[in-house]
């Protein structure tokens, strides 16, 4: 439960972090991006990106990292190309296939629709595939466990072996009832 309560608390500054830079990159003083919305919200979406790798990675997930920081931010990027891209489409529907075109279709469809669709898709693939520390171990762990127990090789026999050990049979009896030698 603290894990989801701190992801939320990132995700939350991620949030003011992405949705703030879109408006300023939107229609704030400069309007760098004025009439692109896709570009502001991919430009944005980047740097809140790189904020929230580093606070996740150093609040959140402290304990699941991995050793590679390489490849745990990699995954992470690709965790968040896949809810930017979730973004996108709500973006593109919008637009194209609604026809609103106002600031506030833009903001409802990149940041309450497309930002929940894809918080919940980072949220479950960072959990899982991101910040596992070594996790990807534990199914192969958990297999082996579900296994029969197996006799150590010390103990165990070959049938040769275990006959050459048997007492004499009485004469006529079975030779599953005869005596074994221990």
């Known amino acids: ?5 701190q992801f939320g608390l990132v995700g939350a500054l991620a949030y003011v972090v992405d949705s703030g830079l879109f408006v300023l990159f939107q229609h704030g003083p400069l309007g760098v991006l004025a009439g692109h919305p896709n570009t502001a919200n991919a430009a944005s979406a980047t740097i809140a990106t790189i904020f929230s790798w580093v606070a996740n990675r150093l609040w959140t997930y402290r304990g699941r990292t991995q050793e590679r920081t390489w490849r745990e931010a990699l995954l992470f990027a690709l965790a968040n190309v896949g809810g930017l891209f979730i973004t996108q489409f709500c973006l593109l529907f ?5 026809g609103l075109t106002s600031a506030i279709a833009d903001m409802i469809a990149a940041y309450v629709v497309g930002f929940g669709l894809g918080t919940a898709f980072r949220f479950t693939f960072y959990h899982y595939i991101v910040f596992n520390g070594g996790a990807d171990k534990e199914p192969l762990r958990t297999l082996k466990a579900l296994r029969a127990p197996r006799t150590p090789r010390v103990l165990r026999r070959s049938r040769s072996a275990r006959r050459s050990r048997r007492a004499p049979a009485a004469p006529g009896a079975p030779e599953c009832l005869t005596p074994h030698i221990q």
């Open 1 to 5: 439960m603290t894990e989801f309560l």
């Open 94 to 98: 919008t637009h194209h296939v609604l």
